[in-house]
């Protein structure tokens, strides 16, 4: 009996240095970091599209970490450089993601700033990068004989726009897009301060 009491302790203990270790002391080192330079809070719209981001599963299949030059090809592949943790201020919760099943997408905003291209990627996927495996999203769009003002057409690729019929895009493909536009950190990042002095 009284090795199972220490079989329980020494379990308790390193529970105990694990969590301490992984979580305690980096929120300790990260609770009073400020944004970085040139982040800017997202807006109501942004919040929206974050939210159809989340619902519709994007981080299942796309990361918002590329990783620095010495470890992967991602600088290369022209997703950006490495984030620091100022880069996620306003991101709660943060959406880093586990899979690349798609490309990262933390600067899509500065790869493809185009918000028709984004749109129209949304939709069919296929007409803007032939053989890719990303669902398509048609309900986020309406498709419709004629559009009325103050609808945003989506402009197809020929022979991916329904015949006769045009596709509009609804207030939820729009704020998705409006967040997507906003992964952009090519601001440039402070050296972190030299700790070995």
Same mark, same amino acid.
């Given at each position: $009996?009284?090795?199972?009491? *220490?079989?329980?302790?020494?379990? $308790?203990?390193?529970?105990?240095?694990?969590?301490?270790?992984?979580?305690?002391?980096?929120?300790?080192?990260?609770?009073?970091?400020?944004?970085? =330079?040139?982040? @800017?809070?997202?807006?109501?719209?942004?919040?929206?599209?974050? =939210?159809?981001?989340? @619902?519709?599963? %994007?981080?299942? %299949?796309?990361?918002?970490?590329?990783?620095?030059?010495?470890?992967?090809?991602?600088? *290369? &592949?022209?997703?950006?450089?490495?984030?620091?943790?100022?880069?996620?201020?306003? !991101?709660?919760?943060?959406? #880093?993601?586990?899979?690349?099943? /798609?490309?990262?997408?933390?600067?899509?905003?500065? &790869?493809?700033?185009?918000?028709?291209?984004?749109?129209?990627?949304?939709?069919?996927?296929? +007409?803007?990068?032939?053989?890719?495996?990303?669902?398509?999203?048609?309900?986020?769009? =309406?498709? *419709?004989?004629?559009?009325?003002?103050?609808?945003?057409?989506?402009?197809?690729?020929?022979?991916?726009?329904?015949? /006769?019929?045009?596709?509009? +895009?609804?207030? =939820?493909?729009? !704020?998705?897009?409006?967040?997507?536009?906003? #992964?952009?950190?090519?601001?440039?990042?402070?050296?972190?301060?030299?700790?070995? *002095?």
């Amino acid at each position: $009996m009284e090795s199972e009491y *220490k079989l329980l302790g020494g379990a $308790m203990v390193t529970l105990a240095l694990a969590t301490a270790t992984l979580v305690v002391v980096p929120y300790l080192q990260l609770s009073d970091l400020p944004p970085s =330079e040139g982040l @800017k809070p997202y807006t109501s719209q942004q919040l929206r599209g974050r =939210e159809v981001y989340i @619902k519709n599963g %994007c981080v299942y %299949c796309h990361t918002q970490q590329p990783r620095a030059q010495a470890q992967a090809p991602d600088f *290369k &592949r022209g997703w950006g450089r490495a984030p620091v943790a100022g880069d996620y201020f306003y !991101d709660r919760p943060h959406l #880093l993601g586990t899979m690349r099943t /798609g490309p990262d997408l933390l600067n899509i905003g500065a &790869r493809q700033p185009s918000a028709d291209w984004n749109l129209g990627h949304l939709y069919q996927p296929r +007409a803007y990068t032939p053989g890719s495996i990303m669902p398509s999203y048609p309900f986020l769009f =309406e498709v *419709k004989d004629k559009a009325e003002a103050g609808d945003k057409l989506v402009n197809l690729p020929p022979g991916y726009a329904p015949v /006769g019929q045009q596709v509009v +895009a609804r207030p =939820e493909a729009l !704020d998705l897009v409006a967040y997507l536009l906003a #992964l952009d950190r090519t601001y440039p990042v402070k050296a972190p301060p030299d700790s070995s *002095k």
